[in-house]
T-cell receptor, first 117, second 114 residues
Framework: GAVVSQHPSRVICKSGTSVKIECRSL??????MFWYRQFPKQSLMLMAT?????????EQGVEKDKFLINHASLTLSTLTVTSAHPEDSSFYIC?????????????FGPGTRLTVT | LAKTTQPISMDSYEGQEVNITCSHN???????ITWYQQFPSQGPRFIIQ???TKVTNEVASLFIPADRKSSTLSLPRVSLSDTAVYYC???????????????FGKGTKLSVKP
């Protein structure tokens, strides 16, 4: 149980285009989903937190107009990188928190490797 | 800023027990301690979580002293496949909501040798 999927797993796009990444909780409902970014040999950096049906909360330094997050249902959140540039190339990982858990847990997706040329 | 401090790296041999200690001096009353494992180009995988004393599951044990200012992840009889980065995190324990976002520190890169 507690499986999170991401699609696509890998994407290459040209500079200036937009890319959408999907994050799905397959066997549980998630009121909260998180988006992280990880550069090579570095730790995960939290970008934003999204709650179903409400606007995402972005971490300091993350441009909300560039990284659009939509959490349309209890099992789906999307991250759209708008007008992508080479410096946006990174490993993007989502996670989901089950709604029925008391103690704190997050389940992570397998990640999406974005390369902007 | 990450709330935790861990050794950057550790080496071990197959079959040994590995203990990774994490410091979290400013842990809050409502914070839980959670450990994740990450292989290259994969999302982190939940290993174990605890609040106090000792927690054990099928893959690891977590030891938390009474003051909760540190915790130790214990991996019994490691194998080559346990080579990964291990992250210790503290976060709010409660129902749903946006509280207790996980802040990842640098993690501990464990290398298991034959």
């Amino acid at each position: 149980g507690a499986v999170v999927s991401q699609h696509p797993s890998r994407v290459i796009c040209k500079s200036g285009t937009s890319v959408k990444i999907e994050c799905r909780s397959l066997d549980f409902q998630a009121t909260t989903m998180f988006w992280y970014r990880q550069f090579p040999k570095q730790s995960l950096m939290l970008m934003a937190t999204s709650n179903e049906g409400s606007k995402a909360t972005y971490e300091q330094g993350v441009e909300k107009d560039k990284f659009l997050i939509n959490h349309a249902s209890l099992t789906l959140s999307t991250l759209t990188v708008t007008s992508a540039h080479p410096e946006d190339s990174s490993f993007y990982i989502c996670s989901a928190r089950p709604r029925d858990r008391v103690s704190y847990e997050q389940y992570f997706g397998p990640g999406t490797r974005l390369t902007v040329t | 800023l990450a709330k935790t401090t861990q050794p950057i790296s550790m080496d071990s041999y197959e079959g040994q027990e590995v203990n990774i200690t994490c410091s979290h001096n400013n842990i809050a009353t409502n914070d839980y301690i959670t450990w994740y494992q990450q292989f290259p180009s994969q999302g982190p995988r939940f290993i174990i979580q605890g609040y106090k004393t000792k927690v054990t599951n099928e893959v690891a044990s977590l030891f938390i002293p009474a003051d909760r200012k540190s915790s130790t992840l214990s991996l019994p009889r490691v194998s080559l496949s346990d080579t990964a980065v291990y992250y210790c995190l503290v976060g709010f324990g409660g129902y749903g909501g946006s509280q207790g976002n996980l802040i990842f520190g640098k993690g501990t890169k464990l290398s298991v040798k034959p």
